[in-house]
Protein backbone atom coordinates (compact mmCIF):
# COMPACT_ATOMS: atom_id res chain seq x y z
CA UNK A 1 0.00 0.00 0.00
CA UNK A 2 1.31 3.33 -0.86
CA UNK A 3 1.70 6.57 1.21
CA UNK A 4 0.97 9.09 -1.32
CA UNK A 5 2.06 12.07 1.31
CA UNK A 6 5.36 11.23 1.37
CA UNK A 7 7.46 12.98 -1.07
CA UNK A 8 10.04 10.94 -2.84
CA UNK A 9 13.16 12.94 -1.94
CA UNK A 10 12.39 12.89 1.53
CA UNK A 11 12.55 8.62 2.24
CA UNK A 12 15.15 8.19 -0.50
CA UNK A 13 18.02 7.52 1.64
CA UNK A 14 16.32 5.53 4.60
CA UNK A 15 14.60 3.73 2.13
CA UNK A 16 17.53 2.47 0.03
CA UNK A 17 19.32 1.44 2.92
CA UNK A 18 16.75 -0.62 4.28
CA UNK A 19 16.07 -2.15 1.12
CA UNK A 20 19.65 -2.77 0.78
CA UNK A 21 19.84 -4.70 3.95
CA UNK A 22 16.33 -6.74 2.87
CA UNK A 23 17.80 -7.72 -0.66
CA UNK A 24 20.68 -9.54 1.57
CA UNK A 25 18.62 -11.91 3.46
CA UNK A 26 17.11 -12.33 0.18
CA UNK A 27 19.76 -14.23 -1.47
CA UNK A 28 18.44 -17.24 -1.27
CA UNK A 29 16.45 -16.81 -4.10
CA UNK A 30 17.32 -13.63 -6.26
CA UNK A 31 21.52 -14.47 -6.33
CA UNK A 32 21.12 -18.46 -7.00
CA UNK A 33 22.78 -18.11 -10.60
CA UNK A 34 25.39 -15.76 -8.87
CA UNK A 35 27.99 -17.58 -7.28
CA UNK A 36 31.11 -15.27 -7.29
CA UNK A 37 29.76 -12.57 -5.55
CA UNK A 38 29.62 -13.14 -1.74
CA UNK A 39 27.43 -12.12 0.71
CA UNK A 40 29.63 -10.07 2.56
CA UNK A 41 30.03 -8.08 -1.10
CA UNK A 42 26.16 -8.18 -1.75
CA UNK A 43 25.46 -6.61 1.50
CA UNK A 44 27.36 -3.53 0.71
CA UNK A 45 26.97 -3.09 -2.90
CA UNK A 46 23.57 -4.36 -4.49
CA UNK A 47 20.87 -2.17 -4.23
CA UNK A 48 17.13 -3.98 -4.77
CA UNK A 49 14.55 -2.65 -7.40
CA UNK A 50 11.23 -3.99 -7.57
CA UNK A 51 9.26 -3.15 -10.57
CA UNK A 52 7.23 -5.92 -10.92
CA UNK A 53 3.83 -4.16 -9.66
CA UNK A 54 2.51 -1.32 -7.72
CA UNK A 55 1.34 -3.85 -5.05
CA UNK A 56 4.76 -4.14 -3.43
CA UNK A 57 4.46 -0.96 -1.56
CA UNK A 58 4.63 -0.61 1.84
CA UNK A 59 2.63 1.18 4.51
CA UNK A 60 4.65 4.16 5.96
CA UNK A 61 5.59 5.71 8.98
CA UNK A 62 2.40 8.30 8.46
CA UNK A 63 0.41 4.98 7.99
CA UNK A 64 1.37 3.09 10.90
CA UNK A 65 0.86 5.85 12.88
CA UNK A 66 -2.82 5.85 11.70
CA UNK A 67 -2.94 2.36 12.18
CA UNK A 68 -1.90 2.15 15.73
CA UNK A 69 -4.13 5.07 16.61
CA UNK A 70 -7.31 4.12 14.65
CA UNK A 71 -10.41 4.40 16.54
CA UNK A 72 -12.52 0.63 15.97
CA UNK A 73 -15.43 -0.84 16.69
CA UNK A 74 -17.18 -4.42 15.02
CA UNK A 75 -17.88 -3.54 11.42
CA UNK A 76 -20.76 -5.85 11.15
CA UNK A 77 -22.78 -3.26 13.11
CA UNK A 78 -21.52 -0.53 11.49
CA UNK A 79 -19.63 0.38 14.65
CA UNK A 80 -16.20 1.09 13.37
CA UNK A 81 -15.53 4.66 12.86
CA UNK A 82 -12.93 4.40 10.88
CA UNK A 83 -13.85 1.78 8.19
CA UNK A 84 -17.32 4.57 8.29
CA UNK A 85 -15.31 7.49 7.74
CA UNK A 86 -13.08 5.75 4.66
CA UNK A 87 -16.69 3.84 3.17
CA UNK A 88 -18.12 7.18 3.27
CA UNK A 89 -15.45 9.67 1.84
CA UNK A 90 -15.01 6.58 -0.95
CA UNK A 91 -18.54 6.91 -1.88
CA UNK A 92 -18.11 10.73 -2.31
CA UNK A 93 -14.81 10.24 -4.02
CA UNK A 94 -16.50 8.08 -7.06
CA UNK A 95 -20.28 9.99 -6.93
CA UNK A 96 -22.17 6.84 -5.49
CA UNK A 97 -24.86 6.21 -2.80
CA UNK A 98 -22.73 4.23 -0.43
CA UNK A 99 -18.88 2.32 -0.33
CA UNK A 100 -17.81 -1.05 1.03
CA UNK A 101 -14.52 -2.00 2.60
CA UNK A 102 -13.72 -5.09 1.47
CA UNK A 103 -10.45 -7.37 1.89
CA UNK A 104 -9.00 -7.50 -1.96
CA UNK A 105 -9.66 -6.26 -5.08
CA UNK A 106 -10.64 -9.80 -6.15
CA UNK A 107 -13.14 -9.88 -3.25
CA UNK A 108 -14.83 -6.38 -4.35
CA UNK A 109 -15.19 -8.27 -7.52
CA UNK A 110 -16.77 -10.88 -7.05
CA UNK A 111 -19.20 -9.87 -4.47
CA UNK A 112 -19.84 -6.87 -7.29
CA UNK A 113 -21.12 -9.87 -9.29
CA UNK A 114 -22.90 -11.58 -7.07
CA UNK A 115 -24.89 -8.90 -6.00
CA UNK A 116 -25.56 -7.57 -9.68
CA UNK A 117 -26.26 -11.49 -11.05
CA UNK A 118 -28.47 -12.28 -7.85
CA UNK A 119 -30.44 -14.83 -9.88
CA UNK A 120 -29.45 -18.25 -11.24
CA UNK A 121 -28.54 -18.53 -15.17
CA UNK A 122 -27.37 -14.83 -15.91
CA UNK A 123 -23.83 -14.86 -17.88
CA UNK A 124 -21.21 -11.53 -17.45
CA UNK A 125 -19.52 -9.99 -20.63
CA UNK A 126 -15.88 -9.09 -20.37
CA UNK A 127 -13.01 -8.40 -22.28
CA UNK A 128 -10.51 -11.70 -22.44
CA UNK A 129 -7.64 -9.92 -20.73
CA UNK A 130 -9.78 -8.54 -17.99
CA UNK A 131 -8.11 -9.60 -14.75
CA UNK A 132 -11.02 -10.72 -13.43
CA UNK A 133 -11.54 -13.08 -16.69
CA UNK A 134 -7.54 -13.98 -16.33
CA UNK A 135 -6.37 -13.57 -12.64
CA UNK A 136 -9.97 -14.44 -9.89
CA UNK A 137 -9.58 -17.91 -10.51
CA UNK A 138 -12.40 -18.20 -12.10
CA UNK A 139 -14.37 -17.48 -8.76
CA UNK A 140 -17.29 -15.67 -10.69
CA UNK A 141 -18.18 -19.40 -12.35
CA UNK A 142 -16.89 -21.48 -9.41
CA UNK A 143 -18.55 -19.48 -6.53
CA UNK A 144 -20.78 -17.29 -7.88
CA UNK A 145 -22.46 -19.32 -10.44
CA UNK A 146 -22.16 -17.17 -13.07
CA UNK A 147 -21.62 -17.83 -16.47
CA UNK A 148 -18.72 -15.67 -18.36
CA UNK A 149 -19.19 -14.56 -21.87
CA UNK A 150 -15.37 -13.10 -23.22
CA UNK A 151 -14.49 -10.61 -25.77
CA UNK A 152 -11.27 -10.05 -26.92
CA UNK A 153 -9.52 -7.45 -25.61
CA UNK A 154 -7.91 -4.77 -27.86
CA UNK A 155 -4.19 -3.66 -27.20
CA UNK A 156 -5.77 -0.37 -25.59
CA UNK A 157 -7.79 -2.40 -23.31
CA UNK A 158 -11.17 -1.69 -25.17
CA UNK A 159 -13.27 -4.41 -26.57
CA UNK A 160 -14.98 -3.84 -30.30
CA UNK A 161 -18.65 -2.61 -29.67
CA UNK A 162 -19.98 -4.57 -32.82
CA UNK A 163 -18.79 -7.87 -31.15
CA UNK A 164 -20.31 -6.77 -27.85
CA UNK A 165 -23.66 -6.12 -28.69
CA UNK A 166 -24.10 -9.05 -30.81
CA UNK A 167 -22.81 -10.69 -27.39
CA UNK A 168 -25.69 -9.34 -25.68
CA UNK A 169 -28.59 -11.16 -24.24
CA UNK A 170 -32.37 -10.23 -23.95
CA UNK A 171 -33.08 -10.29 -20.10
CA UNK A 172 -35.79 -12.48 -20.67
CA UNK A 173 -33.78 -15.13 -23.17
CA UNK A 174 -35.26 -18.18 -24.66
CA UNK A 175 -35.78 -21.02 -22.38
CA UNK A 176 -32.10 -22.26 -23.76
CA UNK A 177 -30.28 -19.21 -22.96
CA UNK A 178 -28.43 -17.43 -20.18
CA UNK A 179 -29.49 -13.65 -19.62
CA UNK A 180 -27.06 -11.12 -19.72
CA UNK A 181 -27.09 -9.61 -16.26
CA UNK A 182 -23.52 -7.56 -16.40
CA UNK A 183 -21.01 -6.13 -18.41
CA UNK A 184 -17.42 -5.49 -17.43
CA UNK A 185 -14.78 -2.83 -17.92
CA UNK A 186 -11.38 -2.19 -16.70
CA UNK A 187 -9.65 1.03 -16.23
CA UNK A 188 -6.85 1.17 -16.09
CA UNK A 189 -6.53 -1.69 -17.83
CA UNK A 190 -3.87 -4.17 -16.03
CA UNK A 191 -2.79 -6.86 -18.95
CA UNK A 192 -2.65 -3.79 -21.66
CA UNK A 193 0.31 -2.33 -19.66
CA UNK A 194 -1.83 0.34 -17.69
CA UNK A 195 -3.87 1.91 -20.74
CA UNK A 196 -6.87 4.05 -20.10
CA UNK A 197 -10.15 3.24 -21.22
CA UNK A 198 -11.08 6.69 -23.23
CA UNK A 199 -13.94 8.45 -21.79
CA UNK A 200 -16.34 8.50 -24.81
CA UNK A 201 -15.87 4.32 -25.32
CA UNK A 202 -17.04 4.19 -21.33
CA UNK A 203 -20.33 5.99 -22.23
CA UNK A 204 -20.62 4.48 -25.22
CA UNK A 205 -21.15 0.72 -23.54
CA UNK A 206 -22.85 2.19 -20.70
CA UNK A 207 -25.46 3.71 -23.67
CA UNK A 208 -25.86 0.03 -24.79
CA UNK A 209 -25.57 -1.54 -21.88
CA UNK A 210 -28.13 1.06 -20.58
CA UNK A 211 -30.38 0.53 -23.59
CA UNK A 212 -30.59 -3.47 -23.25
CA UNK A 213 -30.68 -3.05 -19.03
CA UNK A 214 -27.92 -4.31 -18.06
CA UNK A 215 -25.60 -2.63 -15.48
CA UNK A 216 -22.03 -2.04 -15.88
CA UNK A 217 -19.29 -2.46 -13.09
CA UNK A 218 -16.11 -0.89 -13.24
CA UNK A 219 -12.90 -3.22 -12.47
CA UNK A 220 -11.06 0.25 -11.47
CA UNK A 221 -8.43 -0.99 -8.84
CA UNK A 222 -6.72 1.83 -10.78
CA UNK A 223 -9.36 4.41 -11.19
CA UNK A 224 -7.16 7.08 -9.75
CA UNK A 225 -4.58 6.62 -12.46
CA UNK A 226 -7.18 6.93 -15.32
CA UNK A 227 -8.53 9.88 -13.64
CA UNK A 228 -4.97 11.17 -13.17
CA UNK A 229 -4.31 10.50 -17.05
CA UNK A 230 -7.50 11.98 -18.81
CA UNK A 231 -7.77 15.23 -16.13
CA UNK A 232 -10.91 13.85 -15.37
CA UNK A 233 -12.62 13.39 -11.78
CA UNK A 234 -12.65 9.72 -11.20
CA UNK A 235 -16.94 9.89 -10.26
CA UNK A 236 -17.33 11.37 -13.66
CA UNK A 237 -15.33 8.50 -15.53
CA UNK A 238 -17.87 6.28 -13.31
CA UNK A 239 -20.94 8.22 -13.61
CA UNK A 240 -22.76 5.62 -15.67
CA UNK A 241 -21.00 2.63 -13.85
CA UNK A 242 -23.62 0.83 -11.71
CA UNK A 243 -20.12 -0.23 -9.49
CA UNK A 244 -16.87 0.14 -9.02
CA UNK A 245 -13.90 -1.40 -7.36
CA UNK A 246 -10.97 0.26 -6.25
CA UNK A 247 -7.92 -0.09 -4.37
CA UNK A 248 -6.09 1.62 -1.92
CA UNK A 249 -6.19 -1.55 -0.46
CA UNK A 250 -9.61 -2.50 -1.17
CA UNK A 251 -12.93 -1.07 -1.47
CA UNK A 252 -15.93 -0.79 -3.82
CA UNK A 253 -18.24 1.25 -4.52
CA UNK A 254 -22.09 -0.19 -4.16
CA UNK A 255 -24.64 -0.99 -1.61
CA UNK A 256 -27.43 -3.38 -0.38
CA UNK A 257 -27.08 -6.89 -1.52
CA UNK A 258 -23.40 -6.37 -1.54
CA UNK A 259 -22.91 -6.51 2.04
CA UNK A 260 -24.29 -10.12 1.90
CA UNK A 261 -22.21 -11.37 -0.82
CA UNK A 262 -19.06 -9.75 1.39
CA UNK A 263 -20.16 -11.97 4.08
CA UNK A 264 -20.68 -15.11 2.26
CA UNK A 265 -17.32 -14.32 1.00
CA UNK A 266 -16.01 -14.14 4.73
CA UNK A 267 -15.26 -10.66 3.80
CA UNK A 268 -16.97 -9.11 6.65
CA UNK A 269 -13.65 -8.23 8.94
CA UNK A 270 -15.05 -6.28 12.37
CA UNK A 271 -12.22 -4.17 13.74
CA UNK A 272 -10.77 -3.60 10.01
CA UNK A 273 -10.65 0.18 11.03
CA UNK A 274 -6.71 -0.18 11.91
CA UNK A 275 -6.59 -0.81 7.50
CA UNK A 276 -9.52 1.92 6.78
CA UNK A 277 -6.69 3.75 8.42
CA UNK A 278 -4.00 3.19 6.78
CA UNK A 279 -6.24 4.06 3.45
CA UNK A 280 -7.18 7.28 4.49
CA UNK A 281 -3.59 8.27 4.70
CA UNK A 282 -3.51 7.27 0.88
CA UNK A 283 -6.83 8.21 0.29
CA UNK A 284 -5.20 12.37 0.92
CA UNK A 285 -2.58 12.36 -1.28
CA UNK A 286 -3.36 9.83 -3.98
CA UNK A 287 -3.69 11.99 -7.33
CA UNK A 288 -0.48 13.99 -6.49
CA UNK A 289 1.57 11.19 -6.35
CA UNK A 290 0.21 8.84 -9.25
CA UNK A 291 0.77 12.08 -11.31
CA UNK A 292 4.39 11.87 -10.01
CA UNK A 293 4.41 7.80 -11.21
CA UNK A 294 3.29 9.17 -14.29
CA UNK A 295 5.70 11.37 -15.48
CA UNK A 296 8.33 9.31 -13.91
CA UNK A 297 6.97 6.38 -16.11
CA UNK A 298 7.43 8.21 -19.27
CA UNK A 299 10.52 9.53 -18.57
CA UNK A 300 11.78 6.14 -17.94
CA UNK A 301 9.51 4.73 -20.80
CA UNK A 302 11.29 7.59 -23.24
CA UNK A 303 15.03 6.85 -22.05
CA UNK A 304 14.38 2.93 -23.38
CA UNK A 305 13.20 3.70 -26.20
CA UNK A 306 15.88 6.32 -27.10
CA UNK A 307 18.07 3.37 -26.97
CA UNK A 308 17.32 2.34 -30.29
CA UNK A 309 18.35 -1.03 -29.37
CA UNK A 310 17.93 -4.15 -31.64
CA UNK A 311 17.20 -6.31 -28.11
CA UNK A 312 15.00 -4.68 -25.79
CA UNK A 313 12.25 -1.61 -27.17
CA UNK A 314 8.80 -0.46 -25.61
CA UNK A 315 5.97 1.93 -26.78
CA UNK A 316 6.97 5.25 -25.11
CA UNK A 317 3.43 6.17 -25.42
CA UNK A 318 2.75 5.99 -21.78
CA UNK A 319 -1.16 6.17 -20.28
CA UNK A 320 -0.09 5.47 -16.50
CA UNK A 321 2.76 3.74 -14.29
CA UNK A 322 3.63 0.66 -16.34
CA UNK A 323 5.46 -0.44 -19.47
CA UNK A 324 5.38 -2.78 -21.63
CA UNK A 325 8.87 -4.07 -22.64
CA UNK A 326 9.55 -5.60 -25.82
CA UNK A 327 11.92 -8.04 -27.10
CA UNK A 328 12.50 -8.41 -30.84
CA UNK A 329 15.41 -10.35 -30.95
CA UNK A 330 14.75 -14.08 -31.42
CA UNK A 331 18.11 -14.91 -29.49
CA UNK A 332 17.20 -12.32 -26.58
CA UNK A 333 13.28 -13.28 -24.53
CA UNK A 334 11.25 -12.16 -21.96
CA UNK A 335 12.52 -14.67 -20.01
CA UNK A 336 16.16 -14.02 -20.92
CA UNK A 337 15.95 -10.33 -19.56
CA UNK A 338 14.14 -10.99 -16.62
CA UNK A 339 16.86 -13.34 -15.38
CA UNK A 340 19.62 -11.04 -16.51
CA UNK A 341 17.98 -8.52 -14.33
CA UNK A 342 17.60 -10.11 -11.49
CA UNK A 343 21.15 -11.25 -12.10
CA UNK A 344 24.25 -9.17 -10.31
CA UNK A 345 27.45 -10.47 -11.38
CA UNK A 346 30.75 -8.94 -10.46
CA UNK A 347 31.93 -7.26 -13.36
CA UNK A 348 28.25 -4.80 -13.58
CA UNK A 349 29.16 -1.65 -13.39
CA UNK A 350 25.57 -1.44 -12.02
CA UNK A 351 24.84 -3.45 -8.90
CA UNK A 352 21.48 -4.17 -8.83
CA UNK A 353 19.13 -6.41 -8.55
CA UNK A 354 15.94 -5.27 -10.79
CA UNK A 355 11.98 -7.50 -9.96
CA UNK A 356 10.24 -7.60 -12.96
CA UNK A 357 7.12 -9.54 -14.43
CA UNK A 358 7.52 -11.68 -17.75
CA UNK A 359 4.32 -10.94 -19.58
CA UNK A 360 2.52 -12.52 -22.31
CA UNK A 361 3.80 -12.31 -25.78
CA UNK A 362 7.23 -12.30 -25.10
CA UNK A 363 6.77 -8.73 -23.05
CA UNK A 364 7.59 -7.61 -19.47
CA UNK A 365 5.76 -5.90 -17.34
CA UNK A 366 7.44 -2.48 -15.21
CA UNK A 367 5.18 -0.65 -12.41
CA UNK A 368 6.53 2.41 -10.89
CA UNK A 369 5.71 3.23 -7.71
CA UNK A 370 5.82 5.38 -4.86
CA UNK A 371 8.38 3.45 -3.20
CA UNK A 372 11.04 4.12 -5.60
CA UNK A 373 13.19 6.60 -5.17
CA UNK A 374 15.30 8.48 -8.41
CA UNK A 375 18.13 6.53 -7.14
CA UNK A 376 16.67 3.40 -7.76
CA UNK A 377 14.98 4.29 -10.91
CA UNK A 378 18.69 5.55 -12.43
CA UNK A 379 20.02 1.73 -11.67
CA UNK A 380 17.54 -0.25 -13.35
CA UNK A 381 17.61 2.01 -16.12
CA UNK A 382 21.81 1.54 -16.41
CA UNK A 383 21.27 -2.23 -16.12
CA UNK A 384 19.02 -1.95 -18.90
CA UNK A 385 21.17 0.22 -20.59
CA UNK A 386 24.07 -1.95 -20.08
CA UNK A 387 22.11 -4.89 -21.69
CA UNK A 388 20.51 -3.45 -24.15
CA UNK A 389 23.61 -2.20 -25.89
CA UNK A 390 24.65 -5.88 -26.06
CA UNK A 391 25.25 -6.66 -29.87
CA UNK A 392 22.62 -9.62 -30.95
CA UNK A 393 25.27 -12.52 -30.99
CA UNK A 394 23.54 -13.59 -34.02
CA UNK A 395 23.99 -10.45 -35.70
CA UNK A 396 27.83 -10.35 -35.25
CA UNK A 397 30.23 -12.25 -37.85
CA UNK A 398 33.95 -13.16 -36.21
CA UNK A 399 36.15 -14.47 -38.13
CA UNK A 400 38.84 -16.23 -36.93
CA UNK A 401 41.64 -18.47 -38.52
CA UNK A 402 41.40 -22.46 -38.68
CA UNK A 403 44.29 -24.15 -37.74
CA UNK A 404 45.99 -27.72 -37.59
CA UNK A 405 45.03 -29.84 -34.69
CA UNK A 406 41.57 -29.06 -34.29
CA UNK A 407 42.59 -25.63 -33.17
CA UNK A 408 41.17 -22.51 -34.43
CA UNK A 409 43.96 -19.49 -34.36
CA UNK A 410 42.32 -15.61 -32.82
CA UNK A 411 44.63 -12.55 -32.68
CA UNK A 412 43.94 -9.35 -31.22
CA UNK A 413 45.07 -6.29 -33.42
CA UNK A 414 44.68 -2.28 -33.76
CA UNK A 415 41.84 -2.60 -35.63
CA UNK A 416 39.48 -4.17 -32.57
CA UNK A 417 38.25 -1.99 -30.23
CA UNK A 418 36.91 -3.11 -26.88
CA UNK A 419 33.22 -3.62 -28.20
CA UNK A 420 34.42 -5.84 -31.01
CA UNK A 421 35.81 -7.98 -28.12
CA UNK A 422 32.94 -7.68 -25.88
CA UNK A 423 30.84 -9.02 -29.08
CA UNK A 424 33.07 -11.58 -30.09
CA UNK A 425 33.29 -12.53 -26.70
CA UNK A 426 29.35 -12.60 -26.39
CA UNK A 427 29.31 -14.90 -29.29
CA UNK A 428 31.88 -17.51 -27.51
CA UNK A 429 29.90 -17.21 -24.75
CA UNK A 430 26.37 -18.66 -26.79
CA UNK A 431 28.31 -21.22 -28.71
CA UNK A 432 29.36 -22.87 -25.18
CA UNK A 433 25.98 -22.52 -23.61
C1 LIG B 1 -7.07 -4.55 -12.40
C2 LIG B 1 -7.05 -5.39 -11.15
N1 LIG B 1 -8.20 -5.82 -10.65
C3 LIG B 1 -8.26 -6.56 -9.53
C4 LIG B 1 -7.10 -6.89 -8.86
C5 LIG B 1 -7.20 -7.81 -7.65
O1 LIG B 1 -6.74 -7.27 -6.50
P1 LIG B 1 -6.32 -8.24 -5.27
O2 LIG B 1 -4.97 -8.75 -5.61
O3 LIG B 1 -6.35 -7.32 -4.10
O4 LIG B 1 -7.34 -9.32 -5.17
C6 LIG B 1 -5.86 -6.44 -9.32
C7 LIG B 1 -4.62 -6.77 -8.62
O5 LIG B 1 -3.58 -6.23 -8.80
C8 LIG B 1 -5.84 -5.69 -10.52
O6 LIG B 1 -4.69 -5.28 -11.07
Known amino acids: MADFSTPYHSRDKKESGRRKKESVGNTGRLFRSVQFVSACQLSNMVREVDLRSDTVTKPTPAMRKAMAEAVVGDDVYKEDPTINELEEKIAEFLGKEAALFVASGTMGNLSAVMAHCWTRGQEIIMGDQSHMFMYEQGGISSLAGVHVSSIPTLEDGTFDLEVLKEKIRPR ?44 VHMDGARIINASVHCGVPAHEIVKECASVSMCLSKLICFSCRVHRCRKVLGGAMRQAGVLAAAALVALESAEERIRIDH ?25 SNMILLQFPSPNFTNEDFVRRMAEVKIEDKEQVVV ?8 RVRCVLHSDLT ?60
Open 355 to 362: KACPWYRN
Open 295 to 319: QRTKKFAQEIYNLKSKLITCDPAID
Open 172 to 215: NPNMHEPSTGLICLENSHNRCGGKVLPLSYIREVCALARNNDIP
Open 374 to 433: QEDLDSALMKIRAIANKQDPDAVVVKAGLRDKNRVRCVIHSDLNEEHLEWALQKIRKILG
